[in-house]
């Protein structure tokens, strides 16, 4: 562990850390060992400055466009050969608490009855079946989701695919005004743990032994995504093209919008591709980095890399991603959670790259004004994948802004009889206690705010086009 730039007040602090991260049996010796790694870090200042006047543009070299990809060869037992270097995995930690669900966010249902989860197995089921292949299935799950995600991969038992779980680590929060792990001041239950974001799934699959064991399967590359992006589907041209260049780690990135302003973006700096984060960047240029003009590309989080360069960093102990300090209060207990995303770890890996590809590989689930996009007719399903509709002339999707009312999951579909036609949907805002009838058309601008304390009852069959409507006579 780097101590030597701790202060003598530091180092008792990671002393007294040591001896109470000892004691706590709920962790293994690697997860104690990566924790208290972590907080050295953070103490003795460890944060990458970025200079601005250093920061380039990465060239085409550096990030690809993606219509420069030579196309896959049609031989059907070449691309078995590709296929069977490939593992997908999914980070699968997250809760779907902030849509109104408990257990793993990939078990919401998003499309005709399916959960996400059901979407990614039928989609490598389709892949596996077509080519003959085996691309094994990764869950990565936190301590949050391990015991659900457990009895829910029993359904596919009978699939055509290998269905393999692990956790990533569970660390103690801190509590900030001691330094003390949380769970030696009190019995907080789950509270008192925390995962350390996704950048932990490097070590993680290490620690878990499965990154030994699918390298000796002859598995080269992992297709890294989150579990709620259902346009993260595995891609031949990019994997034949990172086979074919040897590329150790490949992000795939796309054209910014004024709704992605805040995403991280792909740099070039000293001679190395790195992502730039907002938190990063110095007050007096957050205006430039939010700029279209200046930084037009941001990461989608769908990562590739090499499972041999995994091995050798992580062994090296040499992926030192940006530490993410995100303070939380727990039972009126200030307490600090140091996190590390999988994105930073682009400069550390040799012949690393991004590939600017079509926004369609980037459809996020985060909110139900994303559930309500996939649910109409703006999309279809067919073998697991979810397609945008050529029948939509607009680029871009429309805008939805829904009230508070549609938040969970539960309320959003009680309040849609059926999920409009919204094709021609430009923005839609919806505000108070409204209730959709089936077979609505949307089209243009449409605003509908019930008036406090008034339900609001959008007819069946009813086509609003470019109007604001805030009660029964405006329909």
Partial sequence: MATATLSAADTEKISKLQSAVSGLNQISANEKAGFLNLVTRYLSGDAQQVEWSKI???????????????????????????????????????????MGCTGPKSVIEVRNGLTFLDLIVIQIETLNKKYGC?????????????????????????????????????????????????PCKKDAGKDGWYPPGHGDVFPSLMNSGKLEALLSQGKEYVFVANSDNLGAVVDLKILNHLVNNKIEYCMEVTPKTLADVKGGTLISYERKVQLLEIAQVPDEHINEFKSIEKFKI?????????????????????????????????????????????????RFFDRAIGINVPRSRFLPVKATSDL????????????????????????????????????????????????????ELDTLKVTGDV????????KGKVTIAAKPGVK??????????????????DI
């Avoid at 929060?173 to 001691?178: E, G, P, S, T």
């Avoid at 102990?317 to 303070?327: G, H, R, T, V, Y």
């Avoid at 600090?336 to 930073?344: K, M, N, R, V």
């Fill in 298 to 346: 941001f990461n989608t989080n769908n990562l590739w890399v090499n499972l041999n360069a995994i091995k050798r960093l992580v062994q090296a102990d040499a992926l030192k991603m940006e530490i993410i300090p995100n303070p939380k209060e727990v039972d009126g207990i200030k307490v600090l959670q140091l996190e590390t995303a999988a994105g930073a770890a682009i």
């Fill in 456 to 473: 609001l009852e959008i007819p069946d069959g009813a086509v609003i086009a470019d109007k604001e409507i805030n009660g029964p006579e």
């Fill in 134 to 182: 085996s691309v094994p299935l990764l869950l990565m799950n936190s301590f949050n989701t391990h015991d659900d995600t457990l009895k829910i991969v029993d359904k596919y038992a009978k699939s055509n695919i290998e269905i393999h779980t692990f956790n990533q680590s569970q660390y103690p929060r801190l509590a900030v005004d001691d330094f003390t792990p949380l």
């Fill in 372 to 423: 309500l996009l996939v649910q109409s007719d703006l999309y279809t399903l067919s073998d697991g994948f979810v397609t945008r509709n050529p029948a939509r002339t607009n680029a871009a999707n429309p805008t939805i802004e829904l009230g508070p009312e549609f938040k969970k999951v539960a309320n959003f579909l009680s309040r849609f009889k059926s999920i409009p036609s919204i094709i």
């Fill in 56 to 98: 380039q543009t990465p060239t085409d070299e550096v990030v690809v466009p993606y219509d420069t990809l030579t196309s896959v060869s049609e031989d059907l037992a070449e691309t078995k050969k590709l296929l069977d270097k490939l593992v997908v995995l999914k980070l699968n930690g997250g809760l779907g608490t902030t």
């Fill in 435 to 442: 209730w959709f009838g089936s077979g609505i058309t949307l």
